[in-house]
Every structure is written in C-alpha cells, then in structure tokens.
C-alpha cells in the first residue's frame, strides 16, 4: 500500500520538525512548508493526500492559501492547525473548506486520530493521469514529449505551457475547466497578465487542432473552457 502523502504548512520550525517525525514514524510521506507562498508552490508541484494548514503564517494566511487551494482542488481534506480558538475563525474555516479544526496547543495522537478518520471517509481518487499515448480526434497526443501529431504525421512541438494546458483539457475532456482554478495550477496565480498569456496559449492549440472539425476548445463565458470531441 503507498503511503499517505501529507503536506504540512507551518512555520514553526519546532512544530513543524514534531509532526514531520512523528507522521514519518507513522508511515506518512510528509513535506514541509514554511509559509503560505511556499505552500502553494509544494501544492501545485505535486499531488497530495491530505493537508494540513497553520492560519497565522508571514506571505499568505492559511485561510488565504486555502481558499487558492480550492479554486484548483474542492475536494482534498484539509485540517487546520492555528492558536486562534475564536468561534468566528472556526466557522469561517469552514466555510473556506475546512474539513477539521486543531486549536494550538493540541495533542499530536488527536491530530493522527482525525487524520485517520478523514482519510476513511475519502474516497479513492479517480485517476486524471493520462496514458503516455493519448487520442485526441485525429490526433495523437504525446504528453510526457510535448508532442501532437495528426493524422498527416505533421508534429507539433509544444512549449511547457501549451503541454501543461492541453494535459489539463484531456484530463477532462467535453467537461468544464474553470479559467481560475486553471491560472493558479499553470502559473501559480490568476494575474491579468498571466490570464492574457493564457489566452495567447489556448489560441496557438485551437491552431493547432483546427484540422480536425470534432475537435474545439470552446470559451465557456464567466468560468472557463471545454474541449469537445464530438462523436
């Protein structure tokens, strides 16, 4: 069985060292981050199982960093880790996403029980992964080379982003990506200009696909995109 995969953000040195031995010693993979910046970046490197989040960190809160967390992923468990016991923070913990809440000083064999009691009410990840060998219409799409080629075998060389886009419309193809949630995990934030490099981006792949009429990329107005194979 893998191990659970636990990204702590803390930026207490101490406690941060007390939980990554301790989750270790428990059979967690564990990663630390020292700020709510530092976090994000971890977040969107990898894939993780559960996290766990201190409200008060220099950069970006932990409330902050969670509500960017959502736009990408609503679904990963989330428990916060915070001195504030205030009623109003717990409820707006909550409604950021929160799926617990630990008051500083807390019991680290509590903090593993609630680990384990999210973590069996989760259930199993459906995989997005692709196949190294993806049909796209006419096309085949070679993700791990950065490669589309058609049906004349003319090849595409994409750039980075282009790659990280298209992977991300395969993923979910004829189904809505949401153009936020979309910046934050490509380019680690929504900034206009990052929103008009993607637009610059999306225009190059509908370039790219235009030989295939049952393919598009279509602008779904006030969220995002879908990319449609039609039948």
């Known amino acids: 069985m893998n191990k659970l995969k636990i990204l702590v953000v803390e930026d207490d040195p101490n406690l941060g060292k007390i939980l990554l031995e301790y989750l270790e010693a428990k059979n967690f993979e564990i990663t630390l981050a020292i700020d709510g910046e530092d976090g994000l970046e971890k977040f969107l490197n990898n894939t993780w199982d559960i996290l766990l989040l201190d409200v008060m960190m220099p950069k970006k809160d932990g409330f902050s960093l969670a509500k960017d967390i959502r736009k990408v992923d609503k679904t990963i468990p ?27 000083p807390f019991s680290i064999e509590e903090l593993l ?13 459906d995989s997005q992964e692709l196949s190294d060998e993806f049909r796209l219409g006419s096309y085949k799409y070679l993700h791990n080379q950065n490669l589309l080629v058609d049906k004349d075998k003319n090849k595409y060389s994409l750039t980075t982003k282009e790659n990280e ?20 995990k490509i380019w680690g934030d929504d900034s206009y200009y990052n929103a008009r490099s993607m637009d610059v981006y999306i225009a190059k792949l509908r370039k790219y696909l235009k030989s295939d009429p049952k393919i598009e990329i279509k602008t779904i107005h006030g969220y995002g995109f879908k990319l449609l194979i039609l039948d």
């Open 165 to 184: 886009l298209l992977k991300l419309f395969c993923a979910n193809v004829n189904d809505k990506v949401d153009r936020n949630a979309a910046l934050i």
């Open 78 to 104: 989330i428990i916060f880790l915070t001195a504030k016991s205030q009623k109003d923070n717990i409820i707006k913990a909550f409604k950021i996403g929160a799926d617990d809440y630990l008051t500083k």
């Open 113 to 125: 029980a609630r680990i384990e009691a999210i973590m069996k009410r989760v259930p199993e990840k």
